[in-house]
């Protein structure tokens, strides 16, 4: 049997435009809003941002601080590492 | 039938105690507060949570203090072999990942500390339900 060769070339500007699509953007904010809600008790707690990087490059990124209050109530309490799971 | 699950907090407690003094569940507190020896804190990192009938996945936080900081390092280095190694010690636990320590002081006491997380399967233990009489 005669072998074949199979050449794949990868588009990496597609690569890139997709990683910052905005429907991707849109489900990573949302997916942050909902460790954000987890980590912060429903609202109860205040200062837990969520905050789209868009000037990271070249990917979408969001990410959830823990400000103020929130950030000594995250260093007592590991809201933020036990809100992970909400994001999925 | 049913299957109880451990806590996984109390069980990596009991655990680290074979090996190591002051395996505590919760943070000591006080202005007195002062680990000149290694305090291995225990915590419950959430995770993701009951997988099947008979297993529990549960990330652990482990908070390795004191004072010295060079005892500090070398005892969370100490108790993460450690924790590698639960599986091969307990057949009802598998670990799925973990990391390694990070220097991460105490920010209200300035105490050195370092921090890390493992995740781990528990298998549950079955036992027989019987219904209560009236």
Same mark, same amino acid.
């Given at each position: 049997?005669? $072998?074949?060769? %199979?050449?794949?070339?990868?588009?990496?500007?597609? +690569?890139?435009?997709?990683?910052?699509?905005?429907?991707?953007? =849109?489900?990573?904010?949302?997916?942050?809003? +909902?460790?954000?809600?987890?980590? *912060?008790?429903?609202?109860?707690?205040?200062?837990?941002?969520?905050?789209?990087?868009?000037?990271?490059?070249?990917?979408?990124?969001?990410?959830? +601080?823990?400000?103020?209050? =929130?950030?000594?109530?995250?260093?007592?309490?590991?809201?933020?590492?036990?809100?992970?799971?909400?994001?999925? | 039938? %049913?299957?109880?699950?451990?806590?996984?907090?109390?069980?990596? %407690?009991?655990?680290?105690?074979?090996?190591?003094?002051?395996?505590?569940?919760?943070?000591?507190?006080?202005?007195?507060?002062?680990?000149?020896?290694?305090?291995?804190?225990?915590?419950?990192?959430?995770?993701?949570?009951?997988?099947?009938? *008979?297993?529990?996945? =549960?990330?652990?936080?482990?908070? %390795?203090?004191?004072?010295?900081?060079?005892?500090? $390092?070398?005892? *969370?280095?100490?108790?993460?072999?450690?924790?590698?190694?639960?599986?091969?010690?307990?057949? $009802?636990?598998?670990?799925?990942?973990?990391?390694?320590?990070?220097? *991460?002081?105490?920010?209200?006491?300035?105490?050195?500390?370092?921090?890390?997380?493992?995740?781990? =399967?528990?298998?549950?233990?079955?036992?027989?339900?019987?219904?209560?009489?009236?």
């Amino acid at each position: 049997m005669a $072998s074949t060769t %199979i050449k794949v070339k990868f588009n990496k500007g597609a +690569m890139e435009a997709l990683r910052k699509d905005p429907s991707l953007r =849109a489900d990573l904010v949302k997916r942050a809003e +909902m460790v954000a809600r987890k980590a *912060s008790d429903n609202g109860r707690v205040e200062g837990y941002k969520v905050t789209d990087l868009v000037l990271e490059d070249p990917r979408g990124a969001v990410s959830v +601080m823990a400000t103020g209050h =929130a950030a000594y109530h995250n260093r007592k309490n590991h809201a933020l590492l036990k809100a992970l799971e909400a994001g999925k | 039938m %049913i299957v109880i699950f451990p806590d996984p907090v109390a069980k990596a %407690i009991s655990y680290l105690s074979l090996f190591y003094d002051n395996v505590l569940g919760e943070e000591p507190d006080g202005p007195d507060y002062n680990p000149t020896v290694p305090h291995i804190l225990v915590g419950d990192g959430g995770g993701p949570g009951v997988r099947s009938h *008979s297993l529990l996945d =549960a990330r652990l936080i482990f908070d %390795i203090r004191c004072t010295d900081r060079a005892v500090a $390092s070398d005892t *969370s280095q100490a108790v993460a072999a450690t924790l590698r190694d639960w599986e091969f010690q307990d057949s $009802s636990v598998t670990l799925l990942g973990g990391d390694t320590p990070k220097y *991460s002081p105490d920010a209200d006491r300035r105490l050195p500390a370092y921090l890390f997380t493992f995740t781990f =399967a528990f298998r549950g233990q079955p036992k027989t339900l019987t219904e209560r009489e009236n």
